[in-house]
């Protein structure tokens, strides 16, 4: 049995094409290998690696295909322009930002199917969309809303969620089984994840919005 492993001396598994740049290592609690993913980014796994990543506003879809234990996991938030009624509160189209959302839950999906994944084996667990920022708007209510009425057209079940709330969340995502756990974590020692979170609001604000991606 594989126990607390060093990176320098074993070679970690070999990831998809597109996702070198992802930050990987030997998980030493769990005695496995694992991908850490940032806001905007997603990883897909073959090889059972365990995905993790830390949650305030945003919202982390999981999807894996039961059949084949392919599997991953998106890191996302829209733009801050979006209401829950269509309307905007910003300079930015809400066609801009509902493309925005689809593209994040698409990437992920269709790398899924890519690898061999089948639609009608796709489980689903959504996290994340604390209330967590100190602004007016709900903008993690906000991704709930628009991941709910996305998985909702696309008839897409969701199996288990862990949403909303004022906690910001650490979550740990295993394809293979699709287990899933969600650790709160307390707002006071909040600062990085709250400056990440605000950082990319102003990228994802400022940032051209990239042509329609479609489920394969």
Not at 17 to 35: K, M, V
Not at 103 to 122: D, S
Not at 157 to 176: H, M, T
Request: proline residues 3%; hydrophobic residues 35%; positive net charge.
């Amino acid at each position: 049995m594989k126990t607390q492993y060093d990176n320098s001396r074993f070679d970690l598994p070999k990831a998809i094409a597109g996702f070198e740049s992802i930050n990987r290592y030997w998980d030493t609690t769990n005695n496995i290998y694992a991908a850490k993913i940032l806001p905007g980014e997603f990883y897909v796994t073959m090889t059972g690696e365990l995905i993790t990543t830390v949650l305030g506003s945003c919202v982390s879809a999981c999807v894996r295909d039961t059949a084949t234990g392919i599997g991953g996991m998106n890191h996302f938030m829209l733009p801050a322009g979006i209401s829950r009624t269509g309307k905007t509160w910003s300079n930015t189209p809400v066609n801009a930002q509902t493309r925005y959302g689809n593209i994040a839950m698409e990437r992920l999906i269709n790398v899924i199917l890519a690898g061999g994944g089948k639609r009608q084996n796709l489980e689903i667990k959504l996290f994340g969309g604390g209330r967590v920022l100190q602004i007016d708007s709900d903008i993690g209510g906000k991704n709930i809303d628009f991941v709910k009425r996305y998985l909702d057209t696309e008839g897409l079940a969701i199996a288990a969620e862990d949403v909303g709330g004022n906690l910001p969340r650490k979550i740990q995502y295993f394809p293979n089984t699709g287990r899933a756990r969600v650790k709160s974590l307390n707002c006071q020692h909040n600062d990085t994840l709250a400056q990440r979170e605000s950082s990319y609001i102003d990228t994802i604000n400022n940032a051209p919005v990239e042509g329609k991606i479609d489920l394969f």
